[in-house]
C-alpha cells in the first residue's frame, strides 16, 4: 500500500508523472482558457499535486488541498467583510489560519495552501477596495483549485487503468509486483532462494 507520494523514482515512475503532468496541464489549459478573466496557473498547480502515479496518494492529495484551500477561503471571507478596510487585517487573518490549521483540522499535508489561499482573497480585496471583490476572487479560486484537483486524479485514475505499473516499495525504492514483492527478489523455483544469489 502506497503511503506517500510516489516521486521522485526513476525509471517508469518518472515517465509516467511526467506523462499525467503533460495530459492533465494539457486538459486544464484548454479548457480553462476558453473563459475570459480564467487564469489557469492555480487550477494546474492543483492538478500537479494531485496527480500523483499511485491512485490512493493522488485521492489523499485532493482531499488535503481542497479542505485547505475551503478554509483558507472561508477565514480570508471573514476577515474581509468584518471591519473597514485595513491592511493590518493581512497579518492577523494569516496568523488565525494556521492557528486553525494547526489546533482544528491538523491536516500535515498541503497544510500551507490555506494561509496561502486567505493571503490571495484578503489581498486582493484589499486592493481593490471592496469586499466584492475578495469574495468574486475566492470563489473563482476554488473553483479552479477544485477543476485542478478533479482533473489531476482522473489522469492518474485513467492511466493507472490504461497502462499499470509497479509499485515502489518503501524501502529502497525498489519496484514491487501486484503480490508486493521487489522485483528480482522472488524465490527461484526448487531453491528458496532469491533470484540471481549464488550458492555460497
Sequence with gaps: MATGPSFPHRGRFAFRFAAN???GSTIVWAVLSRFPGVSPIWAIAAMIASADPQVDVARRMI??????VFVGAAVGLVFLVVGGSTPWKLP???????????????ITTMWRQAPITAALVIATGLSKHT????VHVAMLKVAEVVFGCLVGVMVSWLLSRLVPIPLPSEAGGSEMDRSGQPIGNQPQEGTGRPAGESKS
Design 21 to 23: 503532468v503533460f495530459l
Design 63 to 68: 482531499r488535503s488541498r481542497l479542505i485547505n
Design 92 to 106: 492577523f487573518a494569516l496568523a488565525a489560519t494556521v492557528l486553525i490549521s494547526s489546533y482544528v483540522l491538523r
Design 131 to 134: 469586499a466584492s471583490a475578495g
